[in-house]
């Protein structure tokens, strides 16, 4: 199998475990708060990595970046926790297609944080994309709700995330992001738990530990297929994850799909597919050609 073939094939493996994560959230979420479902998943994702951190020792751990890694995870912490609320209280289809919307936040937060210019047709793209987020939440209508607006923040504070694990990308090795991630989630989840505390019953364990295990592997298998293959060509792949979620929203919770969601669904999903093809190809241009000087950034 090509090195392409892998990648998409990683990708594919990555969609389907973030599909099954959000599947389990939703059924751990009808006994459980969300506070509960969002440590539940972290300590047992924790518990999956915890091989990364047999293999490469306490060492791994050495950083000079802790303030970094700490504003990192309590943003991260909260834009789960408003994500699983959505999962739980949404229809699952709705919750999916805003989560969607993150990169368009990335776009615009790398500008001003990160100071990436971003031309015309990247932002045309980001207004495209951010027109689909209005088919879905449609303000004025019955259909715009707090819930829609909580997605929405998930969105947001997800796409700040991002930002900052390429800043930490610039000088971390991905392992030590990934291990320090779950060592810091996991009290930072915990606190707010304790507030709402109630055991698990019967299933809901098993909802609970694959909640953590699928969202895991989802991750591993995502940061492996980025590594061998094009985001360009990949991005699609991930967007099966909302066709998957609303068969099996349907199946086991009698979900339909409303054709808000579904067009809100595909524009966003045509602008991020966009924004990816031009990040790629800039990056290649960047990787093969020196600058020019005066020469016009390219967007």
Known sequence: MTTHGRAALLMLGSTVMFAFMVIMIRLASETLHTFEVAFF?????????????IRHGAGILRTNQLPRYLFRCLVGVVSMFCGFWAIGHLPLAQAVSLSYSSPLFVTIFAVFWLGEQVRMRRWAAVAVGFLGVLLIVRPGTDGFTT????????????????IQIKQLSKSEPADRIVIYTTLLWVPMSLVPALFVWEWPQGITWLWAICAGIFGTAGHMLWTRA???????????????????????GWVLFDQGVDHWTLAGAIVIFAANAYIAHREAVLARRAATQAPVEGAKPGY
């Open 41 to 53: 998943r972290n300590f047992f994702g924790m518990l999956a990595t915890a091989p990364l951190l």
């Open 147 to 162: 819930g829609t607006l909580i997605a929405l923040a998930a969105a947001v504070l997800s796409g700040l995330v991002a």
């Open 226 to 248: 980025l590594k061998l293959g094009d985001v360009s060509a990949l991005t699609p792949i991930s967007f099966m994850q909302l066709p998957i979620v609303a068969i099996l």
